[in-house]
Each structure stands twice: as structure tokens, then as C-alpha cells.
């Protein structure tokens, strides 16, 4: 089926619809009925062929969104399915290859169900409409004595039906709806439901290919070797032991492709992986460590954002005075909240497999989370025509951000160039982990201000460290605050209603790699803000639940979320002794997560016994993914907060593998309880939203167990 | 060079190859078999783990020629398939537990030895036994649950025994 959407253009009508557009294709296979399609074009005015249906009755639908964990092979289809009226058991899926006319095809951003609500539902609703429309015409009745229902449109109070397969054609002719109606929410067949996942059983008996796991008749295996320290230099090598290990093909150089600019790194190529990954260890590789082996540490990181934090960030935002409001105030506060570079870390490496063929064309089978960017980084990389790409979007076991920056592909790319020959690489766990790019590091310098009657009056929040944006297109100007966290720091975005508000950032620059990472910024400043309101609160003495209250008091949304949080915590009924609750909230990718964190002092050090989270992302396609994204959340948050971060010494990346790079284990598994907020605004994010207010809850119940206010992550729970 | 004689999932793969090479990657490139993992190569996560006549172990951490052909090697093919499930993975579907599902071949292998050993196993017990394992998705809650729930199934199917 893959094949057939390549060829659609035969027959194309495009309605004009400013904004929407549904193009329906019909193409002939070479065979007289041939296949036929109903396509639909999204929002953006870009032509989005989701729904395919052969005259033998199949549906295929495509999602255009890879899936690493986040459920989009069971999200996309059923917001399609939903409306085409058909058995999510009944139709093939297939991933979108990175081509315009599916639109962006980037898993990020918590994206996917709030990027595709509506547009895939609309793909959806007009061929069945279409579908409809056919029928009646062929049974000589008007549309509304019809309805569709599991692929068959049927003619009510009589015995009568036709499948898709038998109207693909006739609808194919027909004008496209320009409005097509949507379901009442009320008649959800999927969406807002419990379904379980088509694709479970995959995953549970060793059948899910990842794309580690891809095969090509005739593939080569390559294990790289990256400079060790951060723009380091090849000078020499020695593979004479390396070319001894049976089974090596070739040792030959390749492009390391970073932010901070490429290097060089040396591959083995050989019949298998482990040949390959043996002899690269026995490679005798001289590096020029370059100037960065002197001043790339993340100490002087680290201090250099602590000098930063004394002075005046770019403003961003400002209500008021802020300075001269905190000056002439005798009730405030200040402190500053430090979070550490952290490694994406899925437990599959990062991996690509490639093949430039002699006629000029390329296959790329990779486990990327946006192939259309994988498609232009490929042809740019070659200096081909984006035509002459293929790229086949392979399950991710796990990504989290890292494998949406693709050099890994890159590589595959130029290794199976030189070899004439398909080539996977898989780097091995140490050079995933040793090269990164990482979270970055960041500090938010908090200040605060009490006003009359106790009332939380201005909040300062100054943001410093390395931008993302800036490392890696260099695009901010020395004089701009950084859009990114700008916007998740804004006062449209926390709602928190203070008289006087000021946001600023201060820009640290480093060459340690940086990336996005689950949540991103939201990651980094969440645990400076909600520690800090927090703090605030206390000084106030006030209820941190009760001063949240009134800084929300202008969102009624936000006090739902609040107000679900006291009704289920009261619910858990009454702490047992010893322990106690810290609380935090974050509004990220549109949605508010609230989150509480039950702790205790047991003979080991402190223990995480429960962690209650709070989701507001209006409508869903399925309860379970939420609460199964928002568990991940829970636990890469609290490894976030409570595990060693990634540092930097004399230019090297001090970590290697998961001995000394750690997440949480089953035993420190809390228990977890996690709510919808049931409500039928439109879908916010799902995947990354759940993460922030984990850590800040973690310390705020560290200071109302100790009384200790801890503002450096990591923490160490044997210790405090 | 040797010649390898490996018995997986009752079935007998001949082929050459180093003796030093991890079971890990016999099973994935040569057998063919790729449910089982790489995460780490140091025995930190729990990818691989297959189980040798019985017993769960980290396959690369054992080198191919150290196996001989009366053992038996059982990976996650070898539980059950799609249409054939084991009552674990069973389990794991009614918990809906993986997320991206990379890890769960190794979960799984983990948890049907572990209740091999202990057909009805606590909360301590599944934590001490399962903590090699690793999951970045963050599924240990849903693991637990689903060992509990395999455990309740184990009286009457008698999946110890698998």
C-alpha cells in the first residue's frame, strides 16, 4: 500500500477552501480497477492523503506521527476512525514517509492529539460523507436515509448496505464536503474512551520492530567511535588490531554531526554488530582534545550562571516596577533553584539504518521522531533532490526528545555511501550516552514579595543558562530573551495573578551539547517556580494550596485542577505518621498538571512513598494513554530530581553507562494515583506535561518534613 | 572461529561465529530472533535477559561459546505469540503495561522466572527480583500489577512451568 501513495497524482481535484482543503485522488495500479483513494489536505494548506481505500474494501490510514511510547499508532487512527465510521481492528496503518503533503510530521511538543484533533477528525468526516453521498446516489435516495457504520454505509429501515470498498470509487468523483460535520462527542465511538492498544501484543512477544531491529538483504553492521571530548579532532589511528577482528569489512572516517559545528569520528563496518562494536573498542585512536579540554567543565558552567544570576537578565516580561517595588518592600525573598544536565537515555541507543543506492536513489529506516525532517536532512546531506529519499519511520523504543536530533541518521547515511552497501549503525551505550546532546543545566534566581495582609504581591522570576535555540541555529540575538522559555514562564502561562511580575533571561553560553529533553525548559524552571511560590507561601503563612488559590483566582480552569487535587488527597484520607505532602503545579503544552508527593524518613533516608497527579488536557482520544504518560512522567521526573545528572570535566562527559548514570529502579517505585479532569475544552498535550511539578512537589514535602529548603537538583534521598 | 550449536525456543541454529561474542548478539544477527534487547552491554539494564534452561539470565554477559547444545535458551518468541500468548504476557496486555515496549522482552523474561521461583510474589519480592531491570517509559507500577495479576492466573494455568 506504501508504494501506492507515491503514485496518486493522476487524479487530483483540489477544492479551495482557504485554510482546508480535501484533494481526493484516484490512481490507476496498473491493474484496470486500481486503488482508490480519499485524501484529505490539512490545515496550513498542506495536502494531507491520511485515508486510502481500495476497492477490495481496505482502509488503510496513515499516522504521521512516529511512535516512541507516546501511543500515536493507536492515537492517530482512532481520530480518523472515529469519524469515518470504521473498526480500528479493520484497517492497516501505515507511518507517513516525510513527504508535504502529510504536514508536520514531528512527534514533539506533545503535539500530536492537540496538533491533529480536529483536522484528522475532518479527514475522517468527509469521506464518509462521500461515502454517504455515493451510496444514496446509487440507491436513487437522499443522503439523510443513509448512515455509515463499521466500513458499510447503510440505508435505514431497510436491508440494505454497501462497503467502502464498493463506493471507493463513485465517492472518488464526487465534490468534496467543504464543512464536514463532526461527531456529537456524545457519540464517541473511541475518542475519550478506555481501548486498549491494538499494538500491545507486539510489543509483549518480541514482534514490534524497532529500528534497531530492521533487516536489509545484504546490510552491513557499523559501530562509531566519537571524539571524546567535545570538538575534538582526529589526528591519527591505528585499526591494525581493529582489522583483525573477523568479520570487519573497512575502518573509515565519518561525519560527527553536532551543534557546535562537525568532527570527524572513525567507523567500523563489519558483517555483524557485535565484529563491529569488538574491534572499535580495539581501535588506537589519537584525539586532539583542542582547547575545551582546559575550560569545558560544567563547574565553570555552572558558575558562570551563578555570576549571571547577579546581574540583570533581558526582560521578557514585566508588570510594574518589579526593582523598584522589591527595593522599597521589607517582606521578600529570594533564592536560587540550580537543575543539572540530564541524558534522554532510552534504553534503545540511538540507531539508523541507510542505503544509497547505485541509481541514486536512498532508503533511510530509522527510528525518528519527524520524518519529513529526517527526508530533508537526508537529501541535504547528499545534495539530492528530496524526490529520490525514502524514509520509513521505524517504531523508537524510546526517545524523550533525543532522537529528534538525527545525526545518528546522518551517519548511517554517509557510511552506507562510502560502502555502497546498506549500512545500520548502532552506537553502542556509552557513546550514546558520552556525546548526548543533554537537557542543559539552568538556574532560576527567584525573587518575591510579600505585600499587605499577607498577600502574594510581585514575583521576579530571572532565568539563566544555555538556550537551545541559540546553540544550535544561533538563532537569538544578544539582546533577546529566548522565546521558548519566555513563553513557558509567562503570566499568560502560569496565570498566577501577580500585581507586579517580571520575567528576564540571561543567556550562558556552552559547548556542551544541548537538546530538548521531556518537557524541556518546563523541566529546568518548573522546579525554580512552584519551590518558589512555595516558599512564598510559607512566608506568608499561608496554605501553599490556599495561596495558590488566590493567585488563580482570575482562571476558573486552574481552580478546578486545584480544587480536584483537595478532593482526591482528602479522599487518600489522613497521612499516616511521619508523613507528609508537598505540592506543585505547571502548565505546559497547554495543559495544567498539579502534582503531590508523599514522603517519609525511613532508616535509608527519605522515601517516596505516593505520588498524586492532577491532569487538565481537555478532550483525549484515551483516558489510558494519559495515565500512562503521565506515570512515565512521574518516574522520569523523580529520576530527574532524585538521580545524578550528566557532567562535564576537562571537555569529557563523565558518565558512560547506566552504572554511573542512573534512573529509578522498580524498588524505588512509588505508588501512584493520577485524575483526569473531565472536561470538554480542546486537547492540550498529553506526553511531556505531567514532568514539571514532580520535582518541585518532591521539595516542597522535603521542607515540611525537614524544614530544609533544598534548591539543587540532583537530590540525594539517603542523605537529607 | 567456531562452530556455534545453539538450541533456541526448541530449535536447533547451526553457524559460525566468534566464541566471545555475547549470546545477546547470536540471538539477534544470527538466529534471527531480535525481541531480545541491547540497552547497555554491562548487565545494568535488562534488555537481553533470556532465560538459559530456565534461569533469567543477561545474555550479554554470556559469551556464545559457553553454551552448549543440550541447553536450552528461551527468549520472548519463545513464550508465546500474538495468536499463542503466555499467561505473562496476558497479563501484561489486560495491564496494558508497555509504553514504547522496548524493555518489556526483558521484563517479561524476568517476570516469568521470578514466578517460576514464587508463584504468588509480593510487592518486596517483585521489586528485589525485577530492580536489574530498567524502563525509561516509567511502567514499574503497571509491571507490578501485571505480576500480581499473572500470579492470580499462575494457579490455574500453571505458567510456572513455561
Known amino acids: ?720 | 572461529m567456531a562452530k556455534i550449536n545453539l538450541n533456541v525456543n526448541n530449535q536447533t541454529y547451526k553457524f559460525e561465529a566468534e566464541e566471545d561474542m555475547p549470546l545477546l548478539w547470536a540471538i539477534r544477527d544470527f538466529v534471527g530472533l531480535k525481541g531480545t534487547k541491547y540497552g547497555c552491554g554491562i548487565a545494568q539494564c535488562g534488555a537481553c535477559t533470556v532465560h538459559l534452561d530456565g534461569v533469567a539470565i543477561r545474555s550479554c554477559q554470556m559469551p556464545v561459546g559457553n553454551i552448549s547444545k543440550k541447553q536450552k535458551i528461551t527468549t520472548v518468541e519463545g513464550l508465546g505469540t500474538p495468536e499463542t500468548l503466555s499467561a505473562v504476557q496476558e497479563a501484561w496486555i489486560e495491564e496494558q503495561v508497555p509504553q514504547c515496549g522496548y524493555c518489556q522482552s526483558g521484563q517479561i523474561m524476568s517476570a516469568v522466572a521470578l514466578l517460576k521461583d514464587n508463584p504468588s510474589p509480593t510487592d518486596e519480592d517483585i521489586d528485589a527480583y525485577m530492580n536489574g531491570n530498567l524502563c525509561r517509559c516509567g511502567t514499574y507500577d503497571r509491571i507490578r500489577k501485571a505480576i500480581h495479576r499473572a500470579a492470580g492466573e499462575s494457579a490455574k494455568d500453571d505458567i510456572g512451568k513455561r
Open chain 1, 1 to 720: 500500500m506504501m508504494k501506492n501513495v507515491n503514485t496518486r497524482r493522476d487524479f487530483i481535484k483540489l477544492s479551495s477552501l482557504g485554510g482546508l482543503g480535501l484533494v481526493l485522488g484516484v490512481n490507476q495500479l496498473g491493474h484496470a480497477a486500481g486503488v482508490k483513494k480519499l485524501t484529505v489536505a490539512a490545515a496550513e494548506l498542506e495536502i494531507n492523503p491520511f485515508v486510502i481505500i481500495g476497492t477490495d474494501g481496505i482502509v488503510t490510514l496513515v499516522n504521521s506521527r512516529p511512535d516512541m511510547g507516546q501511543g500515536s499508532t493507536q492515537a492517530v487512527p482512532s481520530l480518523i476512525a472515529e469519524e469515518l465510521e470504521i473498526d480500528l481492528k479493520d484497517i492497516n496503518l501505515i507511518q507517513s514517509d516525510g513527504r508535504r503533503k502529510y504536514g508536520s510530521q514531528q512527534s514533539g511538543g506533545s503535539s500530536t492529539v492537540r496538533g491533529l484533533w480536529t483536522n484528522l477528525r475532518k479527514a475522517g468526516a468527509s469521506a464518509k460523507e462521500m461515502l454517504i453521498e455515493a451510496a444514496a446516489n446509487q440507491w436513487g435516495v437522499s443522503t439523510d436515509q443513509c448512515y455509515a457504520e463499521n466500513g458499510k454505509v447503510i440505508l435505514k429501515g431497510q436491508n440494505k448496505s454497501l462497503g467502502y470498498g464498493e463506493l471507493a470509487e463513485a465517492a472518488s468523483k464526487l465534490p468534496v464536503p467543504e464543512n464536514p460535520k463532526l461527531k456529537d462527542p456524545a457519540d464517541f465511538r473511541y475518542l475519550m474512551k478506555f481501548n486498549k492498544r491494538l499494538d500491545v501484543p507486539d510489543r509483549v512477544t518480541g514482534k514490534a520492530v524497532f529500528g534497531i531491529d530492521v533487516e536489509v538483504p545484504g546490510m552491513l553492521y557499523a559501530s562509531v567511535i566519537h571524539p571524546p571530548s567535545v570538538q575534538g579532532k582526529l589526528i591519527s589511528f591505528d585499526d591494525s588490531a581493529a582489522r583483525k577482528v573477523i568479520g570487519v569489512k573497512e575502518v573509515l572516517k565519518t561525519k560527527s554531526y553536532y551543534p557546535g559545528g562537525d568532527t570527524e569520528a572513525l567507523a567500523v563496518v563489519a558483517d555483524n554488530y557485535w565484529s563491529a562494536q569488538k574491534a572499535a573498542k580495539l581501535l588506537d585512536i589519537k584525539w586532539d582534545d583542542g582547547d575545551l579540554k582546559k575550560t569545558l567543565n560544567t563547574d565553570k558552567y555552572v558558575s558562570d550562571m551563578y555570576e549571571a544570576a547577579k546581574g540583570e537578565g533581558i526582560n521578557s516580561e514585566e508588570d510594574g516596577d518589579f526593582n523598584a517595588f522589591y527595593a522599597a518592600s521589607e517582606n521578600k525573598l529570594e533564592g536560587i533553584y540550580e537543575t543539572p544536565f540530564l541524558s534522554h537515555s532510552a534504553i534503545e541507543p540511538v540507531n539508523a539504518t541507510a542505503h544509497v543506492k547505485e541509481d541514486g536513489t536512498v532508503d533511510v529506516w530509522a527510528p525518528i521522531q519527524g520524518p519529513d525532517g529526517a527526508l530533508s536532512e537526508t537529501a541535504g546531506l547528499l545534495g539530492i533532490s528530496p524526490d529520490k529519499v525514502k524514509i520509513h519511520p521505524q517504531l523508537l523504543g524510546g526517545s524523550f526528545g533525543r532522537k529528534a536530533f538525527m545525526n545518528f541518521m546522518k551517519e548511517a547515511v554517509d557510511l552506507s555511501r562510502q560502502m555502497k552497501a546498506p549500512v545500520k549503525v548502532i552506537w553502542s551505550r556509552e557513546e550514546d550516552m558520552s556525546q548526548g546532546p543533554y537537557r542543559p543545566a539552568m538556574l532560576s534566581k527567584m525573587q518575591g514579595v510579600i505585600g499587605r495582609g499577607n498577600s502574594l504581591a510581585a514575583l521576579s522570576h530571572h532565568a539563566v543558562g544555555e538556550s537551545i535555540m541559540g546553540q544550535h541555529w544561533g538563532g537569538l540575538m544578544p539582546y533577546q530573551a529566548d522565546g521558548w522559555i519566555g513563553g513557558e514562564l509567562s503570566k499568560d502561562n502560569h496565570k498566577y495573578n501577580f500585581p507586579v511580575h517580571k520575567l528576564t533571561y540571561s543567556r550562558v553560553k556552552t559547548q556542551i551539547p544541548i537538546l530538548w529533553w521531556r518537557s524541556v525548559y518546563a523541566s529546568n524552571f518548573g522546579w525554580g517556580q512552584e519551590c518558589f511560590i512555595d516558599e512564598m507561601a510559607h512566608k506568608a503563612g499561608k496554605d501553599p494550596i490556599a495561596a495558590r488559590k488566590e493567585l488563580l483566582k482570575n482562571s476558573p480552569r486552574d481552580l478546578k485542577v486545584i480544587a480536584k487535587l483537595e478532593e482526591v488527597l482528602e479522599k487518600q484520607g489522613a497521612l499516616p505518621d511521619g508523613h507528609v505532602r508537598g505540592i506543585a503545579m505547571f502548565r505546559s503544552f497547554e495543559t495544567m498538571s498539579a502534582a503531590a508527593v508523599q514522603l517519609t524518613k525511613t532508616d535509608e533516608g527519605l522515601k517516596v512513598v505516593k505520588v498524586t497527579s492532577i491532569v487538565d488536557c481537555g478532550m483525549h482520544v484515551n483516558p489510558d494513554h494519559v495515565k500512562a504518560q503521565t506515570e512515565g512522567n512521574i518516574v522520569m521526573g523523580l529520576s530527574a530530581a532524585v538521580k545524578g545528572g550528566i557532567t562535564f570535566s576537562n571537555g569529557k562527559c563523565d558518565q558512560q553507562n547506566f552504572h554511573n548514570y542512573q534512573f529509578m529502579r522498580f524498588a524505588e517505585m512509588p505508588e501512584v494515583d493520577i485524575h483526569i479532569v473531565e472536561n470538554m475544552e480542546h486537547p492540550g498535550g498529553v506526553g511531556e506535561p505531567g514532568l514539571p511539578p514532580i520535582a518541585p512537589a518532591l521539595g516542597n514535602a522535603i521542607f515540611n518534613l525537614t524544614g530544609k529548603r533544598l534548591r539543587k537538583l540532583p537530590i540525594d534521598l539517603a542523605s537529607v
